[in-house]
C-alpha cells in the first residue's frame, strides 16, 4: 500500500467528507481505491489518521554474504548472478536466496548488468608492431602516402555476436580493461574479398 503522509491522509478524509467520489481521490493522490478504502476504514475504526509503524523485512543475506557477492563480481566482471546465487545456495543449503536478491544487492554497491564494449582481440606483440608503425609513419607528407598501395579486405562475419553478454560495471567503467570484451575481428571470418586502392 502506498505511504501517503500524515497531512495527505488528512486531505483525503477532507476530500471524501466534502463528497468528492472515491475514484477522484484516489486519482488526485495516485493510490488505488482500495487504499482510500482502507484510510476510511482505519478513521472510523481508531479516529486517527496517525501511520501505524512498519516493520521492516528481514534481510536474505548476511554482511558476510554481501561481501561475498560484491568481492567475487569485482574480480570476475563477466559473472552472472545466476551463478553467485548458485554459489551462496550450495554453502546455506538452508533457506535458499534469488538471484533477484543477488542483483539489489549488486546495485547497492553501484553495480549494474550492462552491454560491455567490444574490442578486437590483441596480442601484446600486436599492440607494440600497430605503436611502432603509428609512431613511424605519423610524419608522412600527403605526397609520400599518395605513392603507397592499400588492399582492402572484406571479411564474412562466421560467428554470430548476439550481445547477450553482460558485464557488472559501475558508472564511467565502460572502457576500463577487465570490463571490455573481446572479440574476434570480423567475426573470426574467413572468406574474405581483397582490392586494393591507392590513398
Known amino acids: 500500500m502506498p505511504r501517503l503522509r500524515e497531512n ?8 471524501i467528507r466534502g463528497g468528492v467520489s472515491v475514484s477522484t481521490v484516489a486519482h488526485h493522490f495516485n493510490v488505488t481505491r482500495r487504499t482510500v478504502y482502507v484510510k476510511l476504514q482505519r478513521e472510523r475504526a481508531t479516529g486517527s489518521q496517525k501511520g501505524r509503524p512498519r516493520r521492516l523485512g528481514r534481510r536474505k543475506t548476511t554482511d558476510r554474504e554481501d561481501t561475498f557477492i560484491r568481492l567475487s563480481h569485482l574480480r570476475d566482471r563477466f559473472k552472472t548472478a545466476g551463478q553467485t546465487t548458485a554459489e551462496i545456495n550450495n554453502i546455506r543449503q538452508n533457506n535458499p536466496i534469488s538471484k533477484w536478491t543477488v542483483l539489489r544487492r549488486l546495485k547497492t554497491f553501484g553495480l549494474r548488468a550492462r552491454r560491455p564494449a567490444c574490442r578486437t582481440r590483441l596480442t601484446p606483440y600486436n599492440i607494440r608492431n600497430r605503436l611502432d608503425w603509428a609512431r613511424i609513419h605519423s610524419f608522412w607528407p600527403r605526397p ?6 592499400f588492399s582492402d579486405e572484406s571479411k564474412f562475419l562466421l560467428e554470430r555476436q548476439d550481445g547477450r553478454k553482460r558485464v557488472f560495471r559501475r558508472v564511467n567503467e565502460r572502457f576500463v580493461p577487465h570490463c571490455l570484451s573481446q572479440a574476434r575481428a570480423f567475426g573470426g571470418g574467413i572468406g574474405e574479398e581483397l582490392r586494393y586502392s591507392r590513398w
Open 144 to 149: 609520400v602516402w599518395n605513392n603507397h598501395m
Open 8 to 15: 495527505e491522509r488528512n486531505q483525503l478524509i477532507g476530500m
